[in-house]
């Protein structure tokens, strides 16, 4: 039986990697985002059966109804990497704007939350029953960048998100994760300002990425990586070199 998955954030970066992967290795892949052209990118790209639901992960009526075309497309949700995210422009706290805090609130947390609480309805509710959901944290919640609080305070919650969701998911064959990714070389990393980056930081190529979370999407549902690191050999991230 063919398996699926829902990939947010799809229309470029790490999710648009992991549904390329994903789709060359067999799945069919549903993949959201916010802008319907770039998902229409992902999926010209893609060797499989795909489907485009452009989707606000802040609006949980919007997160119901990708849920609800991927199991009336397929039937079932047999993974979610839930990776959709973004980083605000670098600002010292003090100055940062409160919509801006809550914008990032929104998609960040809020919007991990609802697909979480979505893909477990559905995974309890098909049969055979359960799934696997690979939530995208952040190496920055434990080593964080200048002027990142917004960012860095929502990864440090997602962990927080993925241990209550694997203990709930117990007994019902859900298997949640988290994969911590460090400089892997997307537009919105190479994108930052040098000021919260760092000059002339190691980067890794985004197939090393994708591979490590198909290879976890892989696992049957009675194994499960909680957390996973992958990350540029020479980052600035172990000590103090």
Known sequence: MQKTAIITGAGS????????????QGWAVALAGRR???????????????????????????????????????????????NAGIFPPALPLEDLPPETWRQVVDVNLNGMFYCLQAAFRTMKAQDPAGGRI?????????????????????????????????????????????????????????????????????????????????QMAALPLDANVLFSTIMATDMRFVGRG
């Open 134 to 214: 690979i939530n995208n944290g952040s190496i920055s919640a434990q080593v964080p960048r200048p002027n990142s609080a917004p960012y860095t305070a929502t990864k440090h919650a997602i962990t927080g998100l993925t241990k209550s969701a694997a203990l709930d998911g117990r007994g019902h064959r859900i298997a949640v994760g988290q994969i911590d990714i460090g400089n892997a070389a997307t537009e919105l990393l190479m994108n930052m300002p040098a000021a919260a980056k760092g000059d002339a930081e190691p980067m890794m190529d985004l197939v090393h990425v994708a591979r490590s979370i198909a």
């Open 13 to 24: 970066g790490i999710g648009r990697a992991v549904a390329l992967e994903l789709s060359a």
């Open 36 to 82: 319907d052209a770039p998902l229409r990118d992902t999926a010209a790209q893609a060797v499989g059966e795909t489907l485009v639901v452009p989707t606000d992960v802040s609006d949980p009526q919007a997160v119901d109804s990708l849920f609800s075309a991927v199991t009336a497309r397929w039937g079932r949700v047999d993974l979610l990497f839930n």
